[in-house]
C-alpha cells in the first residue's frame, strides 16, 4: 500500500515500502546470540528472573539484527563499538515493548559518531536531545512514526483535510493548503484567520490544539474562518484521501522589467507525483521568460531524492547540463562490496516486484556502492534556460532533499537564501540533513539509519549544521503565499534597503513570542533512496 507524503517532519512510509524493499527480514545470527541461545536459557532461569516467551525472544533477536545492520551499513560504522562491548540484548526490558527498546538501541548508538568539527555527536538533536538526528525504526505499515519523538498533531491518515496551522500568541492562522485536499477545494488559503471550530468560539490561540485535536477525531470539521479582506465565514470540511499536490502556489512577479518565477513547493513526494505537478509549473515559466526564481521550501521537509534530482534538472544553468550534480559517500564496508548482511535484503522495484539477475533473486548486496557508481549527473534536457538567479526562501523545517536542491545548485547558479522564522529575530539556519537512507526490514519493522553522505560537484556537502541564510527575517502567514507582502518576497524583490552583500538579519517585531507551527503531516528525516536509483555491481551481473 503505497504513502502519500513524508516528514519529520518528514513524512508517511508506506509507499516507501512500495518503492523498494517490503522483504521481511528474520534471520538468525552469529552462534552464541541466535534465538536458540536465548531459548535454551530460558528453560533453566535463575531464581528471581521470568522465563522469556517467543515474543521477547524475538525482541531480543531484533535488538541484534539492529546493531548487526549498523555495524555494516551506518555512515560512521567505523566508530561504532564491538558487538560485545556494545551488547546490544541490554536494552531488552520486559516491562518495555520492542519498540521502545529499539529506539532506546538505536539512540544509545548514535551518540558514539562525532563529528571532529563540533566534537559532538553528528546525529545530536538540540531540538530532542534524547532521539537521534537522522536515524529511526518504524512499524511496517503505520502511519504514525514518532522516530523523533516531536509532537505530531496532526497525520496523513488522521487529518484528511489537508490544512496545517500557525498559533502565536495573537492568532491561529492556516499555514498551508494542500490544493487537492477538501480545505483545498473550500477555497481556504494561508493567512486565513481560524476563529471557530465547530461553532466553538477560540478564547484564546492557546485552545486552539485541544479543540483540533478533539475535532479530527471525526471526519467532519467546521471551521469558521476571517480572511485577510475582513470577511467572515463558515467551512464544511469532510475527511477524504486525495493525491497530495506538491505545488503549493506558483506565480510570475513582475518587477524592474523583468520576469520572477514563483513556486512553493512543499514536499519531494515521487518523482511520478512531482512531475506531474511541476511539469506544467515549469512549462509555464518557460514559455512566459522568466529570468529570476523563487523557491519557497520554508516547509519543506523533503522526502524521495530522485524528485530532487528531476527538479534540479529542471532549473539548472545550461553550463550544468551533463556536468556531476552530486555523489553519494558510503562508509568503507559499503564500497568495497563488503556488507555481506545486505544479502539478507530482497530489491523490488517500483511495483514491488523482485528483480532477478541470472534466475536468482537480486538483493541489496549486489547494488554497486562505490563513489563511481552513485555520482548523478545533471541530464542533457532542456529545462528553464534564462535563469540567471535563484531565491531560496527557507526555515529551520527545511531539510534533506531541499538542502539537496540548494548544495547541488551552488556551484552552477547565483544563488541566495531567504529564510524565515516565527520570531524573525535571529539568523536563519535550514535543519541541518546531508544523508540519506533506505529501508532495513527486520521482523515487522523498518530500519532507517544513516547510510551515505550527499556531496556536490565541489565536494561541498558537510551542512550538518545547516546553510546560513543570506538574509533572514520574519515568517508572516498573514500572507498568501508569492504575495508582495510578504516580507520574504519584499527581500528577493530588492525592497528591503542593505539587503545585499554579507548574511543579513532584518529586524522584524514578531507579533507574538510564541510561535507554533501544526503541520498536516509527519516527515523523514533524510534523503530517500528507491530501486531505480541502484546500479548493480559489475562482479554481481546486470539482469
Known amino acids: 500500500m503505497q504513502r502519500q507524503q513524508l516528514y519529520f517532519n518528514e513524512m508517511n512510509y508506506k509507499k516507501i515500502r512500495q518503492q523498494f524493499y517490503s522483504w521481511r527480514c528474520t534471520f538468525k545470527f552469529l552462534a552464541g546470540i541466535t534465538i536458540l541461545l536465548y531459548s535454551g536459557a530460558c528453560k533453566k532461569s535463575e531464581p528471581g528472573n521470568e522465563p522469556i516467551n517467543p515474543d521477547q525472544q524475538q525482541i531480543i533477536s531484533n535488538l541484534d539484527s539492529i546493531y548487526l545492520y549498523a555495524k555494516q551499513i551506518y555512515l560512521w560504522n567505523d566508530q561504532l563499538p564491538e558487538y560485545d562491548k556494545f551488547n546490544p540484548e541490554r536494552f531488552y526490558n520486559t516491562e518495555a515493548n520492542g519498540l521502545t527498546a529499539y529506539k532506546n538501541e538505536i539512540f544509545a548508538f548514535t551518540r558514539f559518531a562525532l563529528n571532529p568539527a563540533t566534537g559532538k555527536a553528528y546525529e545530536l538533536n538540540a531540538k530532542d536531545p534524547l532521539s537521534p538526528r537522522y536515524s529511526t525504526i518504524i512499524e511496517s505499515n503505520t502511519s504514525t512514526i514518532q522516530g523523533n519523538k516531536n ?303 550527499n556531496k556536490n560537484a565541489d565536494a561541498e556537502g558537510d551542512y550538518f549544521e545547516g546553510f546560513v541564510a543570506d538574509y533572514s527575517t520574519l515568517d508572516d502567514p498573514a500572507h498568501d503565499f508569492g504575495s508582495l507582502d510578504d516580507p520574504a518576497i519584499q527581500i528577493a524583490l530588492g525592497s528591503f534597503a542593505g539587503t545585499s552583500g554579507a548574511a543579513k538579519t532584518q529586524r522584524i517585531q514578531s507579533a507574538s513570542s510564541t510561535v507554533k507551527y ?14 531505480s536509483d541502484f546500479k548493480f555491481r559489475k562482479d554481481r551481473r546486470e539482469p
Open 518 to 531: 501544526i503541520f498536516n503531516t509527519d516527515r523523514l528525516d533524510g534523503s530517500i533512496k528507491v530501486s
Open 151 to 453: 509532537e505530531v498533531l496532526q497525520l496523513r491518515d488522521a487529518n484528511p483535510f489537508g490544512l496545517s496551522f500557525y498559533q502565536n500568541d495573537i492568532a491561529v492562522r492556516i499555514l498551508y493548503v494542500d490544493l487537492n485536499s477538501p480545505a483545498g477545494k473550500s477555497g481556504l488559503k494561508r493567512g486565513d484567520r481560524i476563529t471557530g471550530i465547530n461553532d466553538q468560539g477560540i478564547a484564546a490561540p492557546s485552545d486552539f490544539i485541544g479543540l483540533w485535536k478533539d475535532a479530527i477525531k471525526n471526519s467532519f470539521v467546521k471551521l469558521t474562518v476571517t480572511d485577510i479582506t475582513g470577511e467572515s465565514r463558515q467551512v464544511r470540511l469532510t475527511g477524504t484521501f486525495y493525491e497530495q499536490n506538491p505545488v503549493l502556489k506558483h506565480i510570475i512577479l513582475n518587477s524592474t522589467n523583468k520576469k520572477i518565477g514563483f513556486i512553493a513547493y512543499n514536499s519531494f513526494t515521487d518523482e511520478s507525483n512531482s512531475s506531474r505537478f511541476l511539469g506544467p509549473v515549469f512549462t509555464e515559466f518557460e514559455q512566459k521568460g522568466i529570468s529570476e526564481l523563487i523557491i519557497d521550501l520554508r516547509y519543506n521537509g523533503g522526502g524521495y531524492q530522485n524528485s530532487a534530482v528531476y527538479f534540479a534538472n529542471q532549473i539548472c544553468p545550461p553550463k550544468a547540463k551533463g556536468a556531476v550534480m552530486f555523489t553519494e559517500h558510503y562508509n568503507r564496508m559499503m564500497q568495497q562490496g563488503k556488507a555481506e548482511i545486505l544479502s539478507r535484503q530482497l530489491l523490488r522495484d517500483s511495483n514491488n516486484e523482485p528483480f532477478y539477475i541470472d534466475g536468482r533473486l537480486a538483493t541489496l548486496y549486489d547494488i554497486d556502492y562505490s563513489e563511481g557508481a552513485s555520482t548523478v549527473n545533471f541530464d542533457t534536457n532542456n529545462g528553464l534556460t534564462h535563469i540567471n538567479k535563484i531565491y531560496f526562501i527557507v526555515s529551520g523545517q527545511t531539510a534533506s532533499a531541499s538542502e539537496l536542491l540548494i548544495n547541488v545548485l551552488k556551484p552552477y547558479a547565483d544563488v541566495k537564501l531567504i529564510g524565515v522564522s516565527g520570531s524573525g529575530q535571529q539568523q536563519v539556519r535550514t535543519y541541518g540533513k546531508p544523508v540519506g537512507f533506505f529501508n532495513i526490514d527486520i521482523d515487522r519493522y523498518e530500519l532507517y539509519v544513516a547510510m551515505y553522505q
